[in-house]
C-alpha cells in the first residue's frame, strides 16, 4: 500500500513552480503544479498580491483560469489525506520567501541561497507526516556533539 505521506515528496517549501489556475473560489484559486499535476494545491487569496493595495487578494482579482504563473511552495499538506499543497504568488515571496523557525521563532529564507532548510517528520506507527523549517544553524547548534550529521546540515542541497 502505497502511504500518502508519500505525495509532493519531490516538492519542498520555497522551491518555486509552474502553476496553470484551474478553478476561483472566494478564498482563493485551486491550481495545478506543471509536472506535479496529481498533487492537489491551491493558492489562497492572502498569498496574491492585491493589484489595489490591499492586504491581500479578493475574487475579481485573481488570475483568471487557464493563466499559466510562477508561484512558491508554501506548505505541503501531508498530516492527514489527502495530501495539498499551499502557494504563493505575492512577488515578495517570488523574491525571497520566508517562514518562521520552529527553532527560534524568527524568519529564515527557505527560497535557494536561503539560510533555512525543511525537515520531514515521519513515524513507522503510520503514515502521515509534518515539516519542521529551520535554520541551519538552529538546527546544527542543537545536535549532539557525537552527532555525525553536522556536516550534512551545512551541505544538504548544496552540492
Ligand atoms: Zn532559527
Known amino acids: 500500500m502505497k502511504r500518502f505521506d508519500a505525495a509532493g515528496a519531490d516538492l519542498v517549501p520555497g522551491q518555486r513552480v509552474r502553476v496553470r489556475v484551474t478553478q476561483q473560489h472566494s478564498w482563493g484559486v485551486m491550481v495545478e503544479i506543471l509536472g506535479h499535476e496529481s ?40 498530516w492527514s489525506p489527502l495530501a495539498w499543497v499551499r502557494l504563493t ?22 527560497s535557494p541561497g536561503g539560510d533555512g532548510v525543511v525537515m520531514d517528520v515521519r513515524s513507522a506507527d503510520g503514515p502521515g507526516s ?26 544538504v542541497g548544496r552540492r
Open 130 to 155: 509534518h515539516a519542521i523549517a529551520t535554520h541551519r544553524e538552529c538546527l546544527r547548534s542543537r545536535l549532539h556533539e557525537s552527532s555525525s550529521e553536522h556536516a550534512r546540515v551545512d551541505s
Open 39 to 78: 498533487i492537489s494545491a491551491s493558492i489562497d487569496g492572502a498569498a496574491i498580491d492585491s493589484p489595489s493595495g490591499a492586504g491581500r487578494a479578493w475574487l475579481g482579482e485573481y488570475p483568471a483560469v487557464g493563466t499559466e504563473v510562477d508561484a512558491v511552495v508554501q506548505e505541503i499538506r501531508r
Open 89 to 110: 504568488i505575492r512577488s515578495q515571496d517570488l523574491h525571497s520567501f520566508q517562514w518562521l523557525c520552529d527553532f527560534c521563532g524568527t524568519p529564515t529564507v527557505l
